[in-house]
């Protein structure tokens, strides 16, 4: 069987995507994609034969020939395309963050759990990432110890002019959120978020670099530099301090990508190639729509503390038992 996909949205990711699937992957056709910016959709929609275009995105989820739909539009689009999908019974990757307020993927939660099963996997594609998987296989495998701390760094060499002190949390630490809960199969339960003094390099009025403070429910201490303007190179690293042993990534000290498609290039194929097989299978696996609305909680209460300088808690709603088995 060949999946026929839609894509909404292409500007970076998304035309990343359509490449992805239409030339590196295997069971997947892409078959439309819409924007809203026509001409940048018609330009990605050339570079691959029989891709329709269409006017809007609900129109990509209507079209009959879309099996399934991979939406990689602006973060606050999402909820109303993933339930979208969902009311048609669409499968559907959405890229993180899988919405930006809590509201808004409780909503996707809750549609989902109405269904019964799950069709919505997001883009959390770290935890396909080989030297994420070698790590956290070290974690589970008990010879670190029990884990006490994480250091973590997501250093941007430098970020578009529309990046806001608010994306420096909601979409570059969400990352290290999903990492952390993943890894330590471990809930945040309070954040705390630290200004150092600003890098002079920083965009005007962005709050350059951040440390945040992520306390889990366990009692494990978990730190995240967040820059975006070190300039050398896009730089994520990762280290498990444990009991009796410390593992990290293993990529410290080798040659710096310059953006994040050219570091997580291997993770992105094996997600979504993840992701159509289990289309095929008619399942779903991976990052769940409840780790989606975990993540975007933990954001947004970091975002509370980046404003308060006050140590935040995170509350969650109870997970619903469609979700118990982990991605
Ligand atoms: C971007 O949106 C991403 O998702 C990248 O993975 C992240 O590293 C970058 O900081 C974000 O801006």
Redesign the pocket.
């Known amino acids: 069987m060949t999946v026929r996909v839609g894509v909404i949205g292409t500007g970076t990711?998304g035309a990343d995507h359509v490449r992805r699937l239409a030339h590196e992957l295997s069971g997947v056709q892409v078959v439309a994609v819409s924007d809203l910016d026509t001409t940048r959709a018609a330009a990605v929609a050339g570079e691959v034969h029989g891709v329709r275009v269409h006017a809007s995105a609900l129109d990509v989820v209507a079209d009959e020939l879309v099996d399934a739909v991979l939406v990689a539009s602006s973060g606050t689009t999402h909820e109303e395309y993933v339930l979208a999908c969902l009311a048609a019974r669409k499968p559907v990757f959405c890229?993180?963050p899988l919405a930006t307020t809590e509201a808004a993927c409780e909503r996707v939660v809750d549609a989902e759990v109405s269904l019964g099963r799950r069709l919505v996997q997001v883009?959390f594609?770290?935890r396909y990432d080989p030297a994420h998987v070698n790590l956290a296989e070290a974690v589970r495998g008990g010879t670190l110890g029990t884990p006490l701390m994480v250091h973590c760094a997501?250093r941007?060499a430098s970020?578009p002019g529309f990046?806001t002190g608010e994306?420096?949390v909601s979409?570059?630490?969400?990352?290290e959120i999903d990492v952390t809960r993943w890894l330590l199969d471990d809930e945040v339960e309070a954040v705390r978020v630290l200004r150092p003094r600003r890098n002079s390099r920083a965009p005007e009025g962005l709050p350059d670099p951040l440390l945040l403070l992520l306390e889990t429910s366990s009692g494990v201490l978990v730190d995240v530099e967040?820059s975006?303007s070190v300039g050398y190179g896009?730089d994520?690293r990762c280290e498990v301090v444990g009991e009796s042993g410390a593992a990290s990534l293993g990529t410290e000290g080798g040659p710096v990508p310059r953006?994040?498609r050219e570091?997580?290039a291997a993770a992105y194929d094996v997600e979504l190639q993840a992701w159509i097989d289990a289309v095929t299978a008619g399942t779903c696996t991976g990052p769940s729509a409840w780790d989606g609305y975990v993540a975007t909680t933990v954001a947004v209460a970091a975002l509370r503390a980046l404003d308060s300088g006050e140590r935040e808690r995170v509350a969650l709603r109870g997970r619903p038992s469609l979700y118990d088995s982990t991605g």
């Open positions: 990711m890229e993180k883009g594609m770290r997501h941007n970020v990046f994306m420096m979409d570059s630490a969400v990352h967040v975006a896009y994520i953006d994040w570091r997580f």
